[in-house]
């Protein structure tokens, strides 16, 4: 399983940037797939993940409406496209996977524990 972010850059408030994960070695048809992001000095967060168990997506709430998680199947792919970015988006973002068969039905991907990680695209917004 591996998984390549991409995307990241400086970017003035208010901006968009559209992030990445292309995993490779293994189909996007058995996992869920998880946005995280770290900034400096701060826990790792939770944005935003899909299950291609069923297709269904969660997002956090600080981020709905700003960001949105898709997919392109045919590339393998997952996005982050995030819009009207503030400094407090500034952060390195990961993407991470997880296979649902683990997970009884009654977990969703915000609660996967993702064991496999990308290496992380970095993000800063400037006011």
């Known amino acids: 399983v591996q998984l390549q972010a991409s995307g990241g850059g400086l970017v003035h408030t208010g901006g968009s940037l559209r992030l990445s994960c292309a995993a490779s070695?293994?189909?996007?048809?058995?996992?869920?797939i998880g946005w995280f992001r770290q900034a400096p000095g701060k826990e790792r967060e939770w944005l935003s993940c899909?299950?291609?168990?069923?297709?269904?997506?969660f997002s956090k709430d600080s981020v709905k409406g700003r960001f949105t998680i898709s997919t392109d199947k045919a590339k393998n792919t997952v996005y982050l496209q995030m819009n009207s970015l503030k400094p407090e988006d500034t952060a390195v973002y990961y993407c991470?996977?997880?296979?649902?068969?683990?997970?009884?039905?009654?977990?969703?991907?915000?609660?996967?524990?993702?064991?496999?990680w990308g290496q992380g695209t970095e993000v800063t917004v400037s006011s």
């Open positions: 070695r293994f189909s996007l048809d058995y996992y869920a």
């Open positions: 899909i299950s291609f168990k069923d297709g269904s997506i």
């Open positions: 991470a996977a997880d296979p649902f068969a683990l997970y009884e039905s009654r977990f969703t991907c915000p609660e996967y524990e993702y064991d496999y």
